[in-house]
């Protein structure tokens, strides 16, 4: 019987980890596709709080080690229990690096032979030393895998740090940094410095532009693409006018030296915990060879399958356009600004057609012909008339594409599509509705990722179930008028408060609560406004109570906020665009709240673990 040792160690190829940092050229024809050994697998950090979930692993092909990182598109090998250690793997997609002279893999996609099974290491593999490619000088140190530690832990000297160095290198202008470290967007963090990324444009904004007593400003965004996944990157003011004109949507760009932060998911749909923002020092330059880069990725849905989908969930769809309407313009109610906006009807193969509502300067140039294929992403799906969509101010759209949906779709219309007829979504807007529709419970998280909210013409209702963080203590309330009914705010006048509004002087007002509530769930964290009623339940005492502890006892109206924060509810929750100081932002503001009846809820639980009709 063969033994498993050799067996797995027949399979690994030796030489494959020199190969993909030393001697690249020989990778296609010596080793298409890497096998090596998993010899140490570590989750870093703690997920959560924005933070991804990120595993280190060290791969071995008998000869040499490789400390690597596990984009997030692959954690699913280790969710799934299939890469444990001592498991062989086929490396399918990686990123090499080397920064400050250690090697590092990026693994984009890799296949657990899980026929192989586990074992333990095989062979003595060793670090890459310092040959002298990677800096001038190096310190001999002892760099031979042991069993309980990898990376120098025993006290060894270390290495100097040398120069970071791309692989494959790129040579660039005496402008930039020659030895860039071309990185993929999946690693980029707030930790990572010296950085060059190739990336593909896959979304140009307009510039936006503010005005507010403080002074004024400019800015643009920019999608940015690569094989490991998209980023968003925002330029302002000087940054805005060097950068707009240089990124044109589709093209291909080295770019460096840019602060990467936390996204805001409110401004973004993009599948990324991160964003940058571009600086003084910012480099961009057009890269010639742009093959490598992949073009938009999508991941479609067909018109049918619209009456599945929620709604205000975000999707790519492709269809062939059956109509082309005018451009028509609206005027938002919050801002009284005007929006350019056309409306199309795209159908496929499904049997279904349904409207998409372009905007802005994309309604306005918009020139395809009626029976050209568009793909679409980032739309909203919205209930209106049944189905609707619209899309999105960071969402794009491509008229013709190469790509084999689009040529499925033409040739399908082409030869039955043209003369069929078409049903659509209408009806369902009013099925459920009748005796008040329920709002759907969202995550936090959910709300920040279909852009709740963001939408400047329409509201949206929704509701979260979260703990109050924190309640802000000042300015919790406003003196408004007693008459019942009116709840204006009055002025103090000295020997009593106005009401403009009732043309009446009261001797004293009504306070009524206008709070600012932090409320967070295992997902995120959501700034809401309470009015009166839910400042009563939340704080349990009226807006006149709380205000006498605060001009009288503040350490009572400390305890009172004290009191407050840790409870759970259930807020029900109107988000809308509005425009404060000249800045649009989404405004989450409670309609009504209710405490959790965990009786209630613990027998709900039950019903659904019933559900499954799990047996013993």
Request: glycine share 8%; net charge negative.
């Amino acid at each position: 019987m063969a033994d498993p040792k050799e067996a797995a160690k027949a399979q690994i190829t030796e030489g494959a980890l020199h190969a993909i940092f030393y001697e690249p050229h020989r990778l296609e024809t010596d080793f298409p596709v890497p096998v090596c050994q998993c010899v140490q697998i570590k989750a870093l950090g703690t997920p959560g709080e924005g933070n991804p979930e990120r595993f280190r692993i060290v791969l071995s092909d008998t000869r040499n080690f490789v400390q690597s990182m596990l984009a997030t598109q692959a954690n699913h090998v280790v969710h799934d229990g299939k890469l444990k250690k001592g498991s062989i793997v086929r490396v399918k997609s990686y990123q090499a690096n080397s920064v400050k002279g250690k090697k590092i893999l990026i693994i984009m996609d890799l296949e657990v032979i899980e026929s192989l099974g586990e074992m333990e290491k095989i062979g003595e593999p060793k670090a890459f030393e310092d040959d002298g490619r990677d800096a001038k000088s190096a310190v001999a140190q002892n760099t031979t895998i042991s069993g309980g530690g990898f990376y120098g832990n025993s006290g060894k000297a270390q290495q100097p740090a040398a120069q970071d160095r791309a692989l494959p290198t790129r040579t660039g202008p005496s402008s930039s940094n020659t030895n860039a470290n071309i990185y993929p967007i999946e690693g980029l963090s707030p930790y990572q410095q010296n950085w060059t990324i190739k990336a593909r444009v896959t979304h140009k904004s307009e510039i936006k532009t503010w005005h507010k007593q403080s002074g004024e400003g400019k800015l643009f965004s920019v999608n940015l693409l690569d094989e490991s996944g998209e980023i968003k990157a925002t330029g302002f003011n000087d940054q805005c006018d060097m950068l707009y004109d240089t990124f044109q949507e589709g093209s291909v760009y080295y770019i460096s030296h840019c602060r990467v932060q936390m996204a805001k998911k409110q401004f973004s749909t993009l599948a990324n915990d991160y964003e940058m923002t571009f600086e003084r020092d910012t480099v961009v330059e057009k890269a010639e060879d742009s093959e490598s880069v992949p073009q938009v990725r999508y991941n479609f849905s067909n018109v049918a399958d619209l009456q599945s989908i929620d709604k205000d969930s975000t999707i790519d769809i492709i269809g062939v356009l059956k109509e082309v309407q005018e451009v028509s313009q609206i005027v938002a109610k919050a801002t009284q600004k005007p929006y350019d906006k056309r409306e199309l009807v795209l159908v496929d193969d499904s049997g279904y057609s349904v409207r998409l509502t372009i905007w802005g300067k994309g309604a306005t140039n918009f020139e395809a012909n009626p029976e050209s294929i568009v793909a679409f992403k980032g739309v909203k799906v919205s209930d209106f008339g049944g189905r609707s969509l619209s899309l999105l101010s960071s969402g794009s759209m491509v008229i013709d594409p190469d790509i084999p949906e689009a040529h499925k779709l033409k040739g399908w219309y082409d030869s039955q599509g043209r003369t069929n007829t078409f049903a659509s979504h209408s009806g369902m807007a009013s099925a459920g509705t009748a005796g008040g529709r329920q709002d759907s419970l969202k995550t936090i998280a959910q709300v920040r990722d279909e852009g709740l909210g963001m939408d400047p013409d329409n509201a949206d209702t929704f509701s979260v179930r979260g703990t109050v963080a924190y309640i802000k203590n000042e300015n919790f309330a406003y003196p408004a008028c007693s008459n019942e009914g009116c709840n204006k705010k009055v002025i103090d006048q000295g020997d009593g408060w106005r009401c403009e509004k009732c043309n009446l002087t009261h001797e004293k007002p009504q306070y009524r609560y206008i709070m600012q509530v932090s409320v967070s769930d295992p997902y995120g964290q959501l700034y809401i406004s309470c009015f009166d009623e839910v400042g009563k339940m939340i704080m349990g005492m009226s807006a006149d109570d709380l205000m006498e502890l605060s001009e009288n006892d503040s350490s009572a109206k400390e305890k009172a906020f004290e009191d407050a924060i840790c409870r759970v509810y259930t807020f029900r929750i109107r988000a809308k665009m509005e425009t404060y100081q000249d800045q649009q932002r989404p405004r989450y503001q409670v309609m009504n709240a209710t405490p959790i009846n965990y009786a209630a809820e613990a027998n709900k639980l039950a019903a659904i673990i019933k559900s499954y009709n799990l047996e013993e």
